[in-house]
């Protein structure tokens, strides 16, 4: 396995000073600030190395990726996926560079030269997962909205042509425009209450 990555390994890796800077002012920067990033930021990171075994049962949510699998029988299926196994359902706009996600390949490193801007910490919830929580007293109209939005997605995947990134990123921007702000969630932050519980922050702080 490549450690290269690594500060202690390859300092190389790290020898620009904004290399090791921009995902330290991420990691410190405070819920309102800026995360756009660039193709570089994404090979760029600090990695945790679990001592332990970590199984199924330590999962608290799944982030999907919109483009993909939003609105067709892959995201049906990562949806039944999650409700079987308890698990709050999350969805990302990602990259959405037109990367095919059918061959299996990654794109680590693709990535690196795309230049962006990038948006960073946007995530969606999905509604279906949210009956039984408080305090979002909304969850139908936020469910009528989401499953609106799926079945136009769907539809629109369906035509002879294929759908390029502008169009994900109309879909994406409209869904978001429809949804209960609390809704609109970003990473768990150290100001959360129960970080063993926190999955991320929303736009009240909770």
């Known amino acids: ?67 993909s699998l939003f609105g067709t029988a892959r995201g049906v299926a990562v949806r039944s996926w999650c409700q079987k196994n308890g698990w709050l359902l999350l969805w990302s706009l990602g990259l959405n560079v037109g990367f095919s996600t059918n061959q299996g390949r990654p794109h680590f490193w693709d990535v690196f030269n795309q230049p962006g801007p990038f948006r960073g910490r946007s995530r969606l919830i999905d509604p279906e997962f949210l009956g039984p929580l408080q305090p979002w007293q909304n969850v139908s109209s936020d469910l009528d909205a989401f499953n609106a939005s799926w079945q136009l997605l769907q539809a629109k995947r369906g035509t002879a042509l294929p759908l390029k990134p502008k169009d994900f990123h109309f879909a994406w921007t409209a869904l978001e425009g429809q949804l209960s702000p609390d809704l609109w969630i970003t990473p768990v932050r150290a100001s959360c209450p129960d970080l063993d519980l926190c999955v991320g922050v929303t736009r009240k702080g909770c």
């Open 1 to 67: 396995q490549a450690l290269d990555h690594l500060f202690g390994i390859n300092e190389a890796y790290w020898s620009s000073p904004a290399a090791f800077l921009r995902p330290l002012a991420r990691l410190l920067a405070g819920e309102d600030a800026s995360t756009s990033m660039v193709g570089e930021d994404f090979v760029r990171y600090f990695e945790v190395l679990p001592t332990a075994e970590v199984t199924f049962s330590d999962v608290k949510f799944v982030i999907a990726d919109f483009p």
